[in-house]
């Protein structure tokens, strides 16, 4: 790689089964660094459920088609012993996070992202680091990590992309049927249905009207809808200076998060 001629280098780091949320990323790397390094990478340590591992969609050819397309410099696809060892057990003790939101309902998912980032940063080194906004609470744990490590790179979060419908982007929305695809909206309408009628003094009646609309959808099981701090996840107060409706639920077979940010810190 460049880095000793003094060029940047963007790291986008995925687990494959591309789509437009992802190469907006890339779109991003392009604009901010001089190379860009995709990693493809299904990383079994964050997946608390073996079944969900089992059919993550895994579609490497046409992903590389779209990464050259897009103007990606290096595909860094390893297999699993080039990141883990066979008896590779230690892993970063993220602290409150690890319970909070997506942390409750996926035991040990962060334990196994941190460990995977934490790798591949240690590999690729990049200048720069771009992660999707869809993942909310994955940006703020790694921002902790890289702050409290020291590690020198600089993250950006990229928005949200969605279909026309509203929909966030995701690969696993490949499994969801055309039903599930229909109540699937429901989502993106309560986050922007809260959105519009946003207002701090309102935030308990919000989440509790959130709730209701989502509980009333059939085929759509809520895990969570919370209106949270934007930087510490706790529950959103008068104190807070960015809020966040963060919103995690199964539809049909397929778990789906998505998010919206409601105010911002005015900087
Ligand atoms: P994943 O392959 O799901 O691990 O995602 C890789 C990166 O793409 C993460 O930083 C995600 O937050 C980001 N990402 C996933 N979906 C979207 C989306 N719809 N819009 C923008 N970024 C996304």
Redesign the pocket.
Known sequence: MRRNIGKTIGL??????L?R??L??IEQARQKTDEIVCSIFVNPTQFNDPKDLEKYPRTLEADMALLEQAGCDVLFSPPINEIYDDNEQWHLDIGEPEFLLEGKFRPGHYQGVTHVVYILFDIVKPDVA??????YQ?FMIISQMVEQLHIPVKLVM?????EADGL????RNVHLTAEDREHALILSKTLNWVKDHFDRGQISLLKKEAEQMIGAEPGVELDYFEISDGDTLHPADKNSKKIVALVAAKVGKTRLIDNVILLRNIE
Request: charged residues 10%; hydrophobic residues 40%; glycine residues 12%.
């Open positions: 986008v780091a995925t687990m494959g089964a789509h949320g992802h907006s990323l771009f992660f999707g906004q869809k993942d994955q990229c928005p949200i992309m969605r966030a982007m995701s690969s």
